[in-house]
């Protein structure tokens, strides 16, 4: 009984610790004043001055965030793609060879963003491709690629066999029961995992910090200069915004993945 609260009373605490921090920063982008730490009275002004089109900052970080857009997009576009055919590929691979692959998909997730983002370079420094849109988009799909294929695969686990089966004895090649069968059943999956990785590619700054061009900066490395040299309530806005625009989608992922998920007692 006691460690059934301790446990619950430690879990309350890490989201108390995750999430107060932001909490502070949406209501600090409310504050009537510039200086993005001191209050002066509660104002939607910055959120005006971001929707005009007139304001310096608000132009400045224009090209930012249509830069991370299309990063995102396209990140989550071959994600998508990859996903599914490594996930129906190790359906079908040894149990040896599975391990294996699965291993090194794997090692995006657990190595910390700093070893990754040095690690790439030097790879793409020996494969020639320059910092930029290319090797931020090659890093973005590895990374999101490899949060895609878990929940794939946890949908493709939940396959009926049999379906596939029943498809070739009517007559159906593998492609075809593939795409008539499989491809249905793994949608929501697939558009969860869209949202996913959209999302780790909006959001990301280690990796990009070391691949992106100097005059071309993401959303996020955009404001972390601008937080360096001269924070302000303007930036606590835009990054409100950011954070609830990537709830949203992490919410619609999750509401997607448990919507195409059977339930206990279906039939």
């Known amino acids: 009984m ?8 430690t879990g309350w605490a890490v989201v108390v610790f995750l999430y107060v921090p932001v909490a502070v920063l949406a209501v600090y982008s409310l504050n009537a004043g510039p200086r993005a730490a001191h209050w002066d009275g509660f104002s939607t002004v910055w959120y005006e001055r971001l929707l005009s089109a007139g304001d310096r900052d608000a132009r400045a970080a224009k090209a ?9 997009a396209a990140t989550a576009g071959i994600a998508v793609v990859l996903s599914a055919a ?71 686990a939940t396959l ?34 869209a949202l996913l990785a959209f999302t780790i590619s909006f959001d990301d700054f280690m990796v990009t910090f070391f691949l992106h061009r100097p005059i071309e900066p993401t959303l996020p490395v955009w404001v972390a200069g601008k937080v360096t040299k001269s924070p302000t309530t303007l930036l606590n806005a835009l990054a409100t915004l950011s954070l ?4 949203l989608l992490a919410f619609l992922a999750l509401r997607t993945v448990r919507a195409g998920t059977p339930q206990r007692g279906d039939a």
């Open 64 to 72: 930012p965030l249509l830069l991370s857009l299309r990063l995102a």
């Open 86 to 156: 490594t996930a129906l590929g190790l359906r079908r691979a040894g149990r040896v060879l599975s391990a294996a692959l699965l291993g090194l998909w794997s090692l995006p997730i657990v190595l910390p963003d700093v070893v990754l983002g040095v690690s790439l370079v030097g790879a793409f420094h020996v494969l020639g491709i320059e910092p930029g849109f290319v090797s931020l988009l090659l890093a973005h799909a590895t990374i999101a690629t490899s949060f895609a294929l878990v929940v794939v695969r946890s949908r493709l």
């Open 160 to 193: 009926d066999p049999t379906l596939l089966e029943a498809a070739r004895d009517l007559g159906a090649s593998r492609a075809r029961a593939t795409w008539h069968v499989v491809v249905p059943h793994l949608a929501p999956a697939l558009v969860a995992a």
């Open 2 to 9: 006691r460690s059934g609260r301790l446990l619950n009373a």
């Open 244 to 247: 609830a625009a990537t709830f």
